[in-house]
DNA sequence: AATGTTTATCGTAATATTGCAATATTAAAT
DNA sequence: ATTTAATATTGCAATATTACGATAAACATT
């Protein structure tokens, strides 16, 4: 197998899951945690910034991309990447309506 | 290749990625929303609700005790799983100073 | 003690991910 | 038109993940 089985579960599961995955990888995280800290929307010097070597760090913006945890704006030969809140919210919003419901139920461990 | 480079990046980093990987599957998205939605913490079933085998959903729930996101206690015959907290109140916490950060520079794109 | 129930582990096949060198693409600068 | 710079894509090797049948381990029930 190896294929995960995305049709048994709901489009907010899968969609949930495909956000978190994309941030599951210390990489990944360093990207996001670059372009909240860098002011402007700066492009590829995420490159220099990180151990990875170029291709390596452009399919981590791929995945971050089709994830749409980042959005990317050509502009001339560059380009700029920045986060897409979209999906920070969304996320946010989602683990905060977790803990809203847990706060009405026993805790048994 | 195929091996995360954890070294390169750190402890926080690995640490949140750790998380976010085992929350980026559907499955184990659905056993924390059955584990949230349950009142008292209910073990096996989970495997009467999820449409995988046993070996599967238990291998999921290894991964998701791993990251620290739930937790079991043994009672007798059956294992009573529950969530941890801990994880989840990190991850809102870190996605609420990710945001907190923002709120305070231009977006340009 | 023998049987059933619940959960974990092992082994393994199918597939996905990670990482990078080599190369391609695109646009700017000369 | 060439060259340079920035980014993407391709191809591939190493490793990880996903899923499940078979089996084991632990306990409860009879």
């Not at 372009?35 to 452009?58: F, M, R, W, Y």
């Not at 990447?81 to 461990?109: G, P, R, T, V």
Request: glycine share 6%; charged share 20%; proline share 3%.
């Amino acid at each position: 197998m190896g294929a995960t089985k995305t049709e048994h579960f709901t489009n907010k599961q899968n969609s949930i899951a495909t956000i978190t995955k994309a941030l599951g990888h210390p990489a990944r995280i360093a990207i996001i945690e670059y372009l909240v800290k860098v002011d402007t929307c700066i492009c590829g010097d995420i490159v220099n910034k990180l151990p990875l070597a170029q291709p390596t760090i452009s399919q981590h913006l791929k995945e971050l991309k089709n994830a749409g945890l980042i959005k990317g704006n050509i502009e001339g030969n560059t380009i700029c990447y920045c986060i897409d809140w979209k999906a920070i919210e969304k996320l946010q919003n989602y683990f905060a309506s977790i803990s809203m419901k847990m706060e009405k139920k026993n805790n048994c461990c």
